[in-house]
């Protein structure tokens, strides 16, 4: 018989599920259509867990991309989880040996569920984090096995990567109601292409947005202390 706890958990990430499944197989999909085995997609889903990290990778390793430059984009990419781990130090102490699971399956998703409770526990976040990542293994598995059975013509959803950033940039906009970083970004992505080779192109962009946001941050910071004397 299910616990209440684990029937909680489950009504509370079936959203995600719904997401995740296609997301994730869209996902094993892409990794069986580049060449990658299909252990190794599945171990991405297990031990990386990084959603649009894994795409990145995948997306990245299939150009031909060094792992240097792999590992600086995915770090920039999820750079934001650094963010999400600061804002639920608290809420995490206690935790015991759950806490390095929970660290480590820290998604968007996830970081949403565990920050909208209005009575936390650590096993209920446990086991969001758990299922969740479950989802997200299961909808993998479920690509790659509709991909090496060529089911059907999988041709194009490689873009299915590009739609999930496009995605994120609109949400990311509504959210901050700011141009600027995204003006940043647009001249930073096309100075890139025209001015960069290929293999370089995205590292470039990346580090010439990062340090022009950096430049704008302490140049909106000495302005406030200065307004402040």
Known sequence: MISPIWREA??????????????????????????IPWYAAAAMSLIIYAGAGQF???TLLAAGAGLTEVA????????????????????????????PYMIFALTDETYSLLTSQTTYSHALGFRISLLNQLWWISGTLIGIAVGSAQLFNSQGIEFA?????????????????????????????LSAVLLLPERHLLLGAIGSASLLLL????????RENHHAV
């Not at 990419?77 to 639920?88: D, E, Q």
């Not at 109601?177 to 970004?185: E, G, N, V």
């Not at 430049?215 to 000495?222: G, L, N, P």
Request: proline share 3%; no cysteine.
């Open 215 to 222: 430049v704008h941050y302490r140049y909106r910071q000495r």
């Open 72 to 99: 600086v984009a995915t770090m920039m990419l999820n750079s934001r989880h650094i963010f999400y781990g600061l804002s639920l130090l608290k809420r995490f102490q206690g935790a015991g040996w759950r806490k």
């Open 10 to 35: 489950a009504r509370q990430t079936l959203p995600v599920l719904f997401g995740y499944l296609p997301l994730g197989a869209a996902f094993g999909i892409v990794a069986i259509e580049v060449g």
């Open 56 to 58: 990145l990778a995948t």
């Open 161 to 189: 990567l590009t739609a999930l950033f496009i995605v994120l940039t609109l949400e990311q906009a509504k959210r901050l109601k700011q141009a600027l970083p995204f003006i940043i970004a647009l001249v930073t992505g």
